[in-house]
């Protein structure tokens, strides 16, 4: 299924400041500003991250999956109007694995505000492979136009 493009990676490098290796957004397909984002995380079998995560059976680590949907989340955050700041982790909660992803899959990122006072957002994450759940988390970040 060909989904829309409401932001390509090079819109999403205009926003968040990581590059590749370490870019885990491909695209941002849905966005309600200041509510819900889904974007999507193509995984190929040539990510750096494989060559250790295990050579014999790669699969993308859970680490990197709850970073994506912290990605995901920043620009969801700097889109709803915290342009031209910095978007910082500050704590990560109930954080479930539940289905290895492996090269192929399409990863389909979906975050939620639950909560949004002043600099402070919390966000619900949650991961999907061909509609099944794989990873959730709910996580909150910072965001400054300030380093740290």
């Known amino acids: 299924m060909i989904m829309p493009i409401i932001m390509d990676v090079q819109q999403i490098k205009e926003a968040l400041p990581h590059r590749y290796p370490f870019l885990l957004v491909d695209r941002v397909i849905e966005m309600e500003e200041g509510k819900s984002i889904t974007g999507l995380k193509n995984v190929t079998a040539n990510e750096e991250f494989f060559?250790?995560?295990?050579?014999?059976?790669?699969i993308m680590p859970g680490v990197l999956q709850?970073?994506?949907?912290?990605?995901?989340?920043?620009?969801?955050?700097?889109?709803?109007?915290?342009?031209?700041s910095m978007v910082y982790f500050m704590s990560i909660d109930g954080v479930k694995f539940r289905k290895p992803v492996v090269p192929?899959?399409?990863l389909i990122l979906k975050a939620t505000v639950i909560q949004h006072r002043g600099k402070i957002w919390k966000f619900r994450g949650e991961s999907f492979v061909d509609g099944t759940l794989v990873s959730?988390?709910?996580?909150?970040?910072?965001?400054s136009s300030e380093g740290v």
């Open 51 to 58: 060559n250790g995560h295990f050579p014999a059976k790669p």
């Open 66 to 84: 709850v970073e994506a949907l912290a990605q995901v989340a920043g620009v969801l955050a700097i889109k709803s109007g915290a342009a031209g």
């Open 104 to 106: 192929g899959d399409q």
């Open 136 to 143: 959730e988390a709910e996580f909150m970040a910072m965001v």
